[in-house]
């Protein structure tokens, strides 16, 4: 009996063995799974056996040879997908500022054939209003000038008048 499990564990060894040698030959997938399923054995005897396991590694870790199809290993779409996950975020943001500004702008082309909006040349009236501001300042500055010279005059006439009203008597 025990020699029938030895015998057993030696036929399903060279069927791991001669998938292994077949998927590196067709440029096929090298993983524990595929290469269990096309021996016909379990996965759990790929674990049990570490030699078998780490032939099964060392050949997926391997660079393609010519000749055959390249073989893609655990770390290259581990690094696939890691790009594009960073490239799905970027376009992500890239979308939600995208939507941000068009949300904007039809909410400004709304809002102006509302009538409720701004009228179409608000800038230039902003202007003008900035202008005629400086105007005011600028006048309410020259009345203050005026008002003091007006005060001084009156001032200057009130004294006079004093004076000849006191040279005549």
């Not at 960073?86 to 039809?106: H, I, M, P, Y």
């Not at 005011?136 to 200057?156: F, H, M």
């Amino acid at each position: 009996m025990i020699e029938g499990k030895r015998a057993d564990s030696v036929r399903r060894r060279d069927r791991v063995i001669k998938a292994l040698d077949a998927a590196l030959r067709t440029g096929g997938d090298i993983t524990v799974s595929s290469l269990a399923r096309a021996a016909r054995v379990d996965r759990s005897f790929l674990y049990r056996h570490r030699d078998l396991l780490e032939r099964v590694h060392a050949a997926a870790n391997t660079p393609a040879e010519e000749g055959r199809m390249a073989a893609v290993s655990r770390a290259s779409l581990q690094a696939d997908l890691a790009n594009a996950l960073e490239r799905n975020t970027r376009l992500a943001t890239r979308v939600r500022q995208l939507e941000k500004r068009l949300s904007e702008r039809l909410g400004e082309q709304v809002w102006r054939e509302s009538g409720l909006g701004f009228p179409p040349d608000f800038d230039q009236l902003q202007r003008r209003i900035v202008l005629l501001e400086q105007e005011l300042a600028e006048k309410r500055g020259e009345l203050e000038e005026r008002v003091e010279e007006l005060a001084a005059a009156r001032a200057a006439n009130r004294e006079l008048t004093r004076a000849l009203n006191q040279g005549v008597r």
